[in-house]
């Protein structure tokens, strides 16, 4: 069974920081590019960020770059998404998944056959 799991979200005040953990259960990560996505109410999912399989290589969506720091351990079967500097226009629901193809990080799109439920990220005083 296919799975991956999502964790650590929450509400968080503007500025604060979130790690967001991506496990996965019933594959091993290793052989996939894994990216993070997010989806806000009234608007289409989005990527936010992409790191190919052995972690050599990161990408990110201009919205997030210089804040967010994706990152991966294949021996825990786990990727994260740190993120620093929260802003208000963060607050989506944060999935992940195997990364299906790549233009811009921005419009990438996900494995549906290897896709996490998401964590709601609040971010607001």
């Known amino acids: 069974q296919l799975q991956l799991v999502v964790s650590g979200g929450g509400l968080v005040q503007p500025g604060g920081s979130l790690r967001l953990s991506c496990a996965a259960s019933?594959?091993?990560?290793?052989?996939?590019?894994m990216g993070w996505f997010r989806q806000a109410p009234g608007k289409e999912r989005e990527g936010v960020s992409v790191i190919s399989s052995a972690g050599g290589s990161v990408n990110y969506a201009p919205f997030v770059k210089g804040r967010f720091t994706i990152s991966r351990d294949n021996a825990k079967n786990t990727v994260y998404l740190q993120m620093n500097s929260l802003k208000p226009e963060d607050t989506a629901v944060y999935s992940c998944?195997?990364?299906?193809?790549?233009?811009?990080?921005?419009?990438?799109?996900?494995?549906?056959?290897?896709w996490g439920q998401g964590t709601q990220v609040t971010v607001s005083s």
């Open positions: 019933g594959f091993s990560l290793h052989s996939y590019a």
């Open positions: 998944a195997v990364v299906k193809s790549i233009t811009t990080v921005q419009a990438m799109k996900p494995d549906m056959n290897y």
